[in-house]
């Protein structure tokens, strides 16, 4: 009988450890959620932190911050005015670039003699975090690498062509990241697929240049410092099968520290934007050189633009250049209300320092957030909005059973909005005064409130609540 009994447990025992090992096994299968192929990765909802967040913060910074010049007056188009392709428009001849760089750094300087120039002494990644909690932004991302191919790491596959080798001497993507997690924020980086100057970055080499160079600089990214936004870029020249960003995608979702966390767009070769990836993104309302989708987009979206014509810092804006704070404000209301984010960029100088104008901007954007958040994050679009116009000052967010009337003018007689059947209580965000609102029929009509100068809770846009409405 004790034989026999033994002979059970020990069954017993087999049997359980097969259990565990099959389950073991069949977790990691089954954890393997996304191929390598788009029909795959295109399944994966973006995260909603990113969803609700609505703000983020670009930040441009590198070896082009040190000539700071783009022309702003000379040219028409959105691309010519941005600093950050400097290098590019040396190696294209572009008149305006040569002369300018001849005039100052003279024939002999090359670009990269300004690595030695880039010396970011006043970088202060707490004092840069503090600023972008008090604007109001919930995510910040950063040029780890622009198509110039200098990094903002110590990137191993950039020896002596990086922050920590040359120039600043500092891990500034590591240092930044470790400053804005501490504030609450979410980080994110952005990466260029392409470098203009990299000689294996050609049609014969592509291959090598994307196993041996891209590929391991983007996971080193990942691994290093756990990004939850990734913006790709420089997606023009391959289709996503020879950059292999599928292959990239596919760990990056099911093995990497970040995979349900983590956030991307929809750069990721020639012929994936507004298609394939994670959010669709415009810039300057452009994708490429056409009219982005904006608010016809049902699938998640972003626009990102500088405050001024450029992303990079270019030292020649004027104010003329620079969008005021209240048209920043707009700005975020036309995106949000249309479903979108805003990712709005600042370029600090050579030196680590923001401009003041940038900052001034940020923290206008922060104080009008602070008193009319709740109808920013965390909304959607209306669907039952009016169709967008020029001529539109009135736009409409909704979280749950509120909707959120945004009115970019004060409004100088009573509000009408169509296609509401019931409302509850209506009140002015900020503001104590007392409203009255009736429903005739599917239109509700709000009775204005008569404030003064002292008595508005904002000097830019202000936002009527309507609660429990239908």
Not at 100 to 121: I, L, N, V
Not at 125 to 130: I, L, Q, R, S
Not at 255 to 274: L, Y
Request: glycine letters at 8%; proline letters at 4%; a neutral charge.
């Amino acid at each position: 009988m004790e034989r026999s009994e033994n002979n059970r447990n020990h069954t017993f025992y087999i049997a359980l450890a097969m259990s565990l090992f099959l389950m073991t096994i069949c977790s990691k299968i089954f954890a393997q959620t996304y191929q390598p192929e788009w029909q795959s990765l295109d399944k994966r909802e973006t995260p909603g932190w990113w969803t609700d967040a609505k703000f983020g913060i670009f930040i441009h910074w590198g070896l082009y911050s040190v000539p700071a010049y783009a022309p702003v007056n000379e040219v028409k188009g959105v691309y010519e005015k941005y600093a950050e392709h400097y290098e590019n428009r040396l190696i294209q001849g572009n008149k305006l670039f040569t002369a300018h760089h001849r005039k100052f750094y003279g024939e002999g300087f090359k670009y990269s003699d300004f690595a030695a120039m880039f010396k970011a002494e006043y970088f202060n990644p707490n004092e840069w975090a503090e600023l972008f909690v008090k604007s109001g932004a919930k995510y910040v991302v950063l040029t780890s690498k622009h198509h110039d191919g200098f990094c903002l790491w110590p990137s191993a596959e950039s020896n002596k062509w990086n922050s920590v080798d040359v120039g600043p001497r500092r891990d500034i993507a590591g240092e930044l990241t470790e400053a804005v997690k501490a504030k609450g924020l979410k980080m994110g980086f952005y990466y260029s697929l392409l470098e203009w100057t990299n000689p294996l970055y050609k049609p014969q080499t592509v291959d090598n240049y994307v196993d041996n160079h891209m590929l391991p600089q983007m996971k080193d990214l990942v691994n290093r410092y756990k990004p939850e936004v990734i913006f790709a870029d420089g997606e023009w020249d391959y289709e996503s099968g020879k950059l292999k960003s599928t292959k990239f995608l596919s760990w990056l979702y099911n093995e990497s520290a970040v995979k349900k966390t983590v956030v991307v767009n929809d750069r990721w070769g020639k012929e994936t934007r507004s298609k394939h990836g994670g959010y669709y993104t415009t810039e300057y309302d452009l994708v490429h050189d056409a009219k982005g989708i904006g608010e016809k987009a049902e699938h998640p979206w972003e626009e990102s633009r500088g405050i001024g014509t450029s992303y990079g810092f270019n030292r020649f804006e004027t104010l003329d250049h620079y969008y005021t704070s209240k048209q920043l404000i707009d700005l975020l209301i036309d995106k949000v209300s249309n479903g979108g984010n805003l990712l709005l960029n600042i370029g600090p100088d050579a030196n680590g320092l923001i401009p003041v104008i940038m900052q001034e901007r940020l923290l206008d954007m922060g104080s009008w957030l602070k008193v009319n958040g709740e109808a920013i994050y965390g909304t959607s679009s209306w669907a039952r909005r009016p169709q967008h116009s020029k001529e539109q000052t009135v736009f409409y967010t909704q979280k749950g059973k509120d909707l959120y009337v945004i009115c970019k003018k004060w409004p100088q007689t009573d509000l009408i909005i169509g296609a509401v059947k019931k409302a509850g209580k209506v009140t002015l965000l900020g503001s104590k005064a007392s409203l009255k609102a009736v429903i005739t029929g599917d239109q509700l009509s709000i009775q204005v409130p008569t404030l003064n100068p002292d008595t508005m809770p904002c000097e830019y846009a202000w936002v009527f609540k309507v609660e429990n409405f239908n």
